[in-house]
Nanobody, 127 residues
Framework: EVQLVESGGGSVQTGTSLTLSCTGSGFSFDDHGIGWFRQVPGEEREGLAS???????YYEDDLEGRFTISSDHAKSTAYLRIESLKFEDTGVYYCAAEPEPGLAAIRPFDRSSYSYWGQGVQVSVSS
């Protein structure tokens, strides 16, 4: 059974940094890309960043270079580091795994490219 578990969220202050983790089981990071998404109340879940199994990364254009996605295959864990946190970074962050190699590379920010999802982790940014 494929499982993804996010961690590292919480209440943080503006201007600080945060690293979210996504630990997977039931599949190999050597074969499946991972995406990070964010959802705020009343809005659709939006794709932020994606990393292929070979380490190729993709970022949404409006992230201003503050987000970094990475993965450690040996630990079956992907990360999303967010620098200089802003109020608008508040939301529930989800990681997701693609169902087959290379699918997410075609549409890395499309939810339909991923079949397996974590339960999400809340990030709340305040002053």
């Amino acid at each position: 059974e494929v499982q993804l578990v996010e961690s590292g969220g919480g209440s943080v202050q503006t201007g600080t940094s945060l690293t979210l983790s996504c630990t997977g089981s039931g599949f190999s990071f050597d074969d499946h890309g991972i995406g990070w998404f964010r959802q705020v109340p009343g809005e659709e879940r939006e794709g932020l960043a994606s990393i292929e199994s070979d380490g190729t990364t993709y970022y949404e254009d409006d992230l201003e270079g503050r987000f970094t996605i990475s993965s450690d295959h040996a630990k079956s864990t992907a990360y999303l580091r967010i620098e200089s946190l802003k109020f608008e970074d508040t939301g529930v962050y989800y990681c997701a795994a693609e169902p087959e190699p290379g699918l997410a590379a075609i549409r890395p920010f499309d939810r339909s490219s991923y079949s397996y999802w974590g339960q999400g982790v809340q990030v709340s940014v305040s002053s």
